[in-house]
């Protein structure tokens, strides 16, 4: 891009008090960030998608303070930033925590407490909902809204739109570099379907998928069956992070898991996969119960984060990494399954973010995992993406596969998901199987 657009768009009028929406490109606000960067630094304020990547303290308090410190402000003045932030978005409860024991949606808001606490002129939001549940975004949507009317400029690089759409002034869609359009708040929310796909939007309104919600045609498939009885854990000295967790599972189904941040829900799934040992209840598959090591055997996981999951040096060694026999032949169908065929000889860390995550599905299907777990798959997605991991995952359910899929994005639920279990204060609501009156239920619940 020029950057006589980007200075355009800076500049454009009026700036004072505006949101502006850019949901397709991150290179405008790259070269924003990188623009006078001496004068920017203490008039602008950056919250980027993944929190790690800005985070110098160990502590939530300390990080808070980190940015106001830099800036040498009075040491009063940097305590009553960070109370100020703790009260409006309502981290007290985060304080005083360990950065390595919050949950990502928390380390998000953290995120955004930590740039709030330095009150920039200008604010640039990088996929600020991706971790967060709906209480949590709900509550961005608020303090955008309080900035925007106290004059503040917001830009906002985001593929969900539902919690902005009262909230822009201007839309601008960016393709191969270049602004293809520019929308009003009227225009852009009100696009065809047709239209919005064909531009690879998701939608303002994911609770109107809720309404022409057709239920899936289902039998259960008694091939494999995954039942958790009565499962409850906490960390050392801390309370219960769940308890009482009971389901089953089917072959062939796609369980969604819900919950707000902090609930569980990858606690969950690191112990459903053998990673963590429950501290009570008890975990079987086809009526056998398993210890953590048989259950690791079992499933795979598929991480929010998939650098952390990648070991080999080419993509093909990647899906044929552990197995013992010769598997030339299954890993050369599901690269061409995955459409990486032309990647095989890549490395995994030179791959795109979603090239990344199809190379960790095509290795749980080389593997021939009877149970795939998926934490947040469709995390900063835009449609077309989200739309490529639901066919997989349908592809998958359709092998009898077994699919637990935590997610926080209501349309890709909706989509995908052929029941849910809800995660809550006091333990788990059983298989809902995904109907219109439950998906009526939870579209209430997220979205009012």
Same mark, same amino acid.
């Given at each position: 891009?020029?950057?006589?657009?980007?200075?355009?768009?800076?500049?454009?009028?009026?700036?004072?008090?505006?949101?502006?929406?850019?949901?397709?490109?991150?290179?405008?606000?790259?070269?924003?960030?990188? %623009?006078?960067?001496?004068?920017?630094?203490?008039?602008?304020?950056?919250? *980027?998608?993944?929190?790690?990547?800005?985070?110098?303290?160990?502590?939530?308090?300390?990080?808070?303070?980190?940015?106001?410190?830099?800036?040498?402000?009075?040491?009063?003045?940097?305590?009553?930033?960070?109370?100020?932030?703790?009260?409006?978005?309502?981290?007290?409860?985060?304080?005083?925590?360990?950065? *390595?024991?919050?949950?990502?949606?928390?380390?998000?808001?953290?995120?955004?407490?930590?740039?709030?606490?330095?009150?920039?002129?200008?604010?640039? %939001?990088?996929?600020?909902?991706?971790?967060?549940?709906?209480?949590?975004?709900?509550?961005?949507?608020?303090?955008? &809204?309080?900035?925007?009317?106290?004059?503040?400029?917001?830009?906002?690089?985001?593929?969900?739109?539902?919690?902005?759409?009262?909230?822009?002034?201007?839309? #601008?869609?960016?393709?191969?570099?270049?602004?293809?359009?520019?929308?009003?708040?009227?225009?852009?929310?009100?696009?065809?379907?047709?239209?919005?796909?064909?531009? /690879?939007?998701?939608?303002?309104?994911?609770?109107?998928?809720?309404?022409?919600?057709?239920?899936?045609?289902?039998?259960?498939?008694?091939?494999?069956?995954?039942?958790?009885?009565?499962?409850?854990?906490?960390?050392?000295?801390?309370?219960?992070?769940?308890?009482?967790?009971?389901?089953?599972?089917?072959?062939?189904?796609?369980? =969604?898991?819900? =919950?707000?941040?902090?609930?569980?829900?990858?606690?969950?799934?690191?112990?459903?996969?053998?990673?963590?040992?429950?501290?009570?209840?008890?975990?079987? *598959?086809? =009526?056998?119960?398993?210890?953590?090591?048989?259950?690791?055997?079992?499933?795979?996981?598929?991480?929010?984060?998939?650098?952390?999951?990648? #070991?080999?040096?080419?993509?093909?060694?990647?899906?044929?990494?552990?197995?013992?026999?010769?598997?030339?032949?299954?890993?050369?169908?599901?690269?061409?399954?995955?459409?990486?065929?032309?990647?095989?000889?890549?490395?995994?860390?030179?791959?795109?973010?979603?090239?990344?995550?199809?190379?960790?599905?095509?290795?749980?299907?080389?593997? &021939?995992?009877?149970?795939?777990?998926?934490?947040?798959?469709?995390? /900063?997605?835009?449609?077309?993406?989200?739309?490529?991991?639901?066919?997989?995952?349908?592809?998958?359910?359709?092998?009898?596969?077994?699919? *637990?899929?935590?997610?926080?994005? #209501?349309? %890709?639920?909706?989509?995908?998901?052929?029941?849910?279990?809800?995660?809550?204060?006091?333990?788990?609501?059983?298989?809902?199987?995904?109907?219109?009156?439950?998906?009526?239920?939870?579209?209430?619940?997220?979205?009012?």
């Amino acid at each position: 891009m020029e950057e006589a657009q980007i200075k355009q768009i800076i500049e454009r009028q009026p700036l004072h008090g505006s949101a502006l929406l850019d949901p397709r490109c991150k290179i405008l606000l790259l070269v924003c960030i990188g %623009f006078v960067s001496y004068f920017l630094a203490g008039q602008l304020g950056t919250v *980027f998608q993944d929190p790690r990547s800005q985070f110098f303290m160990t502590d939530t308090t300390r990080e808070l303070a980190f940015g106001c410190e830099n800036l040498g402000l009075p040491r009063k003045e940097t305590i009553d930033r960070i109370a100020k932030a703790a009260k409006e978005l309502e981290l007290v409860d985060y304080l005083n925590r360990s950065i *390595f024991a919050l949950s990502s949606g928390e380390k998000q808001q953290i995120a955004i407490g930590s740039v709030y606490a330095l009150v920039p002129k200008v604010y640039i %939001f990088d996929e600020p909902s991706a971790n967060l549940d709906y209480a949590a975004t709900k509550r961005l949507a608020e303090i955008m &809204g309080k900035l925007k009317h106290a004059g503040y400029t917001i830009f906002v690089v985001e593929h969900r739109f539902y919690y902005l759409r009262d909230l822009i002034d201007r839309a #601008f869609l960016i393709q191969n570099g270049k602004i293809e359009h520019e929308f009003t708040r009227e225009q852009f929310c009100s696009l065809p379907e047709e239209t919005r796909i064909s531009y /690879g939007l998701r939608t303002a309104y994911p609770e109107r998928d809720a309404e022409h919600y057709q239920e899936k045609p289902h039998t259960k498939d008694e091939t494999h069956r995954l039942e958790v009885h009565n499962l409850s854990f906490a960390y050392k000295k801390g309370p219960d992070i769940f308890h009482n967790v009971s389901f089953e599972a089917h072959a062939g189904d796609v369980i =969604g898991i819900l =919950g707000h941040n902090g609930a569980g829900k990858t606690t969950l799934l690191s112990i459903l996969t053998g990673l963590l040992k429950q501290q009570r209840g008890e975990v079987c *598959f086809d =009526g056998k119960k398993l210890t953590p090591r048989q259950r690791r055997a079992l499933s795979y996981l598929v991480m929010q984060d998939t650098d952390y999951q990648l #070991f080999a040096s080419s993509v093909e060694e990647e899906l044929s990494l552990g197995m013992k026999d010769d598997c030339k032949e299954k890993v050369d169908e599901t690269l061409k399954a995955l459409e990486l065929s032309d990647y095989r000889e890549w490395h995994p860390a030179s791959l795109s973010g979603g090239q990344k995550q199809r190379v960790t599905i095509g290795a749980a299907i080389v593997k &021939g995992s009877p149970v795939i777990y998926f934490d947040e798959p469709t995390s /900063g997605l835009d449609y077309d993406s989200m739309v490529r991991v639901s066919k997989l995952i349908e592809q998958l359910s359709s092998s009898g596969v077994i699919v *637990f899929v935590v997610s926080h994005d #209501f349309e %890709f639920i909706v989509r995908t998901c052929t029941e849910v279990v809800q995660l809550d204060d006091d333990g788990a609501i059983q298989n809902q199987r995904l109907s219109p009156e439950i998906l009526k239920t939870l579209s209430e619940k997220y979205f009012n």
